[in-house]
């Protein structure tokens, strides 16, 4: 996988994305806290900006944080995997 700069899509440069394929991108959340709803509400911002440039492309979450169950069920009602790292 490689790094994607973030500011393409308008973004902060402090989000970290990756290229797998053409038309999968991953949000890269590296921490120990738990990711929350709140988390959860940017992701989705992310996600939309993202799609909003590129209409075709998935984006996935990749995280080693545990999520909530509330949030997870809110990604995935919104189509947004969320794997491991």
């Known amino acids: 996988m490689k ?4 500011r393409k899509y308008n973004l902060s440069p402090r989000i ?11 949000i890269v959340i590296d ?12 992701i ?4 939309n900006s993202i799609q909003s440039a590129e209409k075709n ?6 995280t080693s944080a545990p999520v909530c169950s509330k949030t997870r069920q809110f990604l ?8 491991e790292l």
């Open 44 to 47: 989705v911002e992310i996600v």
């Open 57 to 62: 492309s998935a984006v996935s979450v990749l």
């Open 31 to 42: 921490r120990k806290s738990r990711i929350i709803m709140k988390d959860g509400y940017r």
């Open 16 to 26: 970290r994305l990756q290229q797998k394929s053409i038309n999968d991108l991953f």
């Open 76 to 83: 995935s009602e919104r189509k947004i995997e969320i794997k």
């Open 3 to 6: 790094n994607i700069d973030p």
